[in-house]
């Protein structure tokens, strides 16, 4: 026999061997092999045995119980490298799963997206896509079917509180999503942010509408913008804020709390701490008293950072409890180019030592999320959110240099002119007065 043929031979004998002893100490390997042998060669029907081997792999990881762990197939492995490179097609909304209905649900549309100019709202449950109803389907197949080509259309169909039947919106187009993180309060007519509070005593307004790679770079700017305007108070406005990168939410927190400060930790099973981030050195913004503003649509890195400012004395946070998002979820590919396993593998902590997430039964009296400061809790009712989201819609719009809108009556919300406007946004108006004392 060649040589050749022996090594070959060989090698094949010791793979085997290594992979009956791995399957031998494995047991359920084993049963899992021999259910998808007897139904394969057993079932009256013609079975894919790949489609076998992909549901069963989602059936273990329904079991969890975490809507957040996710099989990613080999083609939906793919589109998913090109989320990452951010070179993808979108509608620009952010959503997560609705603990009732377990249907997808809108936490934030990006302004100025294509699903923001369609006119969806945070809250708005998608019932249908493209016709389909969501109820059986599950997060990735919901995502999966909202993203798509640049240029193709979706259609959604959403339930709205307040509303009694479902909202057919009209098609949306999928563009390529890129957007500023950090917006103000107007637009000029260059589309430039006012960060200045319309009659206030020089009240910064900022607001951080997802956290991505460049919103750190981009909070320092506006803030050394407020800095040359003579700003005495900061409000820092995550309400809305569905979150996105981890490392951008430690980025803006190094900007506003001292060096050496805690930030956040990553703690696994059984609470072991794997990684704690602190505030380095560098350029800090502390000389200026600040307020934050949550509220039930804030998570994940949105509630780390407000989570940080409130636990090391830097902000007052106003308005109502955040959504409670605190997994840490990693990216785990699979042998044979067989696709990714999503899996959630940690919990953030905030400084004081509480797990930000919230537990599946959880109650009002539990510890989780960013519960707003003594005194500082403005809930809103169900409508005036939605005036609010409607009024600030209409401030979010680039006003020609004639347009004097910030004074007139806004027809879409019943709004009160600029000088009132205060009374719509309650929570705004309870983080101005506190920045208001603080400035006296």
């Given at each position: 026999?060649?040589?050749?043929?022996?090594?070959?031979?060989?090698?094949?004998i010791i793979v085997s061997i290594v992979c009956?002893?791995?399957?031998?100490?494995?047991?359920?390997?084993?049963?899992?092999?021999?259910?998808?042998?007897?139904?394969?060669?057993?079932?009256?029907?013609?079975?894919?045995?790949?489609?076998?081997?992909?549901a069963g792999v989602r059936g273990m990881l329904?079991?969890?119980?975490?809507?957040?762990?996710?099989?990613?197939?080999?083609?939906?492995?793919?589109?998913?490298?090109?989320?990452?490179?951010?070179?993808?097609?979108?509608?620009?909304?952010?959503?997560?799963?609705?603990?009732?209905?377990?249907?997808?649900?809108?936490?934030?549309?990006?302004?100025?997206?294509?699903?923001?100019?369609?006119?969806?709202?945070?809250?708005?449950?998608?019932?249908?896509?493209?016709?389909?109803?969501?109820?059986?389907?599950?997060?990735?197949?919901?995502?999966?079917?909202?993203?798509?080509?640049?240029?193709?259309?979706?259609?959604?169909?959403?339930?709205?509180?307040?509303?009694?039947?479902?909202?057919?919106?009209?098609?949306?187009?999928?563009?390529?999503?890129?957007?500023?993180?950090?917006?103000?309060?107007?637009?000029?007519?260059?589309?430039?942010?006012?960060?200045?509070l319309p009659g206030t005593p020089k009240i910064?307004?900022?607001?951080?509408?997802?956290?991505?790679?460049?919103?750190?770079?981009?909070?320092?700017?506006?803030?050394?913008?407020?800095?040359?305007?003579?700003?005495?108070?900061?409000?820092?406005?995550?309400?809305?804020?569905?979150?996105?990168?981890?490392?951008?939410?430690?980025?803006?927190?190094?900007?506003?709390?001292?060096?050496?400060?805690?930030?956040?930790?990553?703690?696994?099973?059984?609470?072991?701490?794997?990684?704690?981030?602190?505030?380095?050195?560098?350029?800090?913004?502390?000389?200026?008293?600040?307020?934050?503003?949550?509220?039930?649509?804030?998570?994940?890195?949105?509630?780390?950072?407000?989570?940080?400012?409130?636990?090391?004395?830097?902000?007052?946070?106003?308005?109502?409890?955040?959504?409670?998002?605190?997994?840490?979820?990693?990216?785990?590919?699979?042998?044979?180019?067989?696709?990714?396993?999503?899996?959630?593998?940690?919990?953030?902590?905030?400084?004081?030592?509480?797990?930000?997430?919230?537990?599946?039964?959880?109650?009002?009296?539990?510890?989780?999320?960013?519960?707003?400061?003594?005194?500082?809790?403005?809930?809103?009712?169900?409508?005036?959110?939605?005036?609010?989201?409607?009024?600030?819609?209409?401030?979010?719009?680039?006003?020609?240099?004639?347009?004097?809108?910030?004074?007139?009556?806004?027809?879409?919300?019943?709004?009160?002119?600029?000088?009132?406007?205060?009374?719509?946004?309650?929570?705004?108006?309870?983080?101005?007065?506190?920045?208001?004392?603080?400035?006296?």
């Amino acid at each position: 026999m060649p040589r050749r043929n022996y090594l070959t031979i060989l090698a094949a004998i010791i793979v085997s061997i290594v992979c009956y002893k791995a399957a031998d100490r494995n047991p359920l390997g084993r049963s899992f092999s021999e259910v998808a042998d007897l139904v394969q060669r057993h079932y009256v029907g013609r079975v894919d045995r790949q489609a076998l081997w992909a549901a069963g792999v989602r059936g273990m990881l329904s079991e969890l119980g975490d809507p957040y762990s996710e099989y990613i197939n080999p083609s939906e492995a793919a589109e998913f490298e090109e989320i990452l490179n951010q070179e993808f097609g979108g509608i620009g909304i952010y959503v997560d799963v609705d603990q009732q209905s377990k249907r997808p649900v809108v936490i934030s549309p990006i302004i100025g997206s294509p699903a923001y100019k369609a006119g969806v709202l945070a809250g708005d449950v998608i019932s249908k896509i493209d016709g389909q109803p969501t109820r059986d389907m599950s997060y990735a197949e919901a995502t999966a079917r909202i993203r798509g080509k640049v240029g193709d259309v979706v259609h959604l169909t959403v339930e709205r509180a307040g509303k009694a039947e479902p909202i057919d919106l009209p098609p949306i187009e999928r563009q390529l999503i890129n957007t500023d993180s950090v917006l103000g309060d107007t637009r000029d007519a260059r589309g430039h942010w006012n960060f200045l509070l319309p009659g206030t005593p020089k009240i910064g307004y900022l607001r951080i509408v997802s956290f991505g790679e460049r919103t750190a770079s981009e909070l320092k700017t506006a803030i050394e913008e407020l800095r040359s305007q003579g700003m005495q108070g900061l409000v820092l406005d995550l309400r809305n804020d569905p979150g996105g990168l981890v490392p951008a939410a430690v980025g803006v927190c190094d900007l506003l709390v001292e060096k050496g400060k805690p930030i956040v930790s990553t703690r696994g099973r059984d609470g072991q701490v794997e990684r704690e981030y602190a505030a380095g050195g560098g350029e800090k913004f502390l000389e200026f008293p600040m307020a934050v503003l949550v509220n039930e649509h804030s998570a994940s890195a949105s509630e780390i950072v407000a989570a940080c400012l409130q636990d090391n004395g830097r902000a007052k946070i106003v308005g109502q409890r955040s959504y409670g998002k605190g997994t840490v979820q990693n990216f785990l590919p699979l042998s044979g180019h067989e696709g990714i396993l999503k899996l959630t593998t940690a919990n953030y902590w905030r400084p004081s030592g509480q797990n930000i997430q919230r537990p599946a039964e959880a109650k009002d009296s539990d510890q989780w999320g960013v519960s707003p400061d003594a005194g500082f809790e403005v809930k809103m009712t169900e409508e005036q959110f939605h005036k609010w989201m409607l009024w600030r819609r209409q401030r979010d719009r680039i006003h020609s240099a004639d347009d004097n809108e910030n004074q007139k009556l806004d027809d879409t919300s019943g709004a009160s002119p600029a000088g009132d406007f205060l009374k719509l946004d309650p929570p705004l108006a309870r983080a101005a007065d506190y920045l208001k004392m603080q400035i006296k």
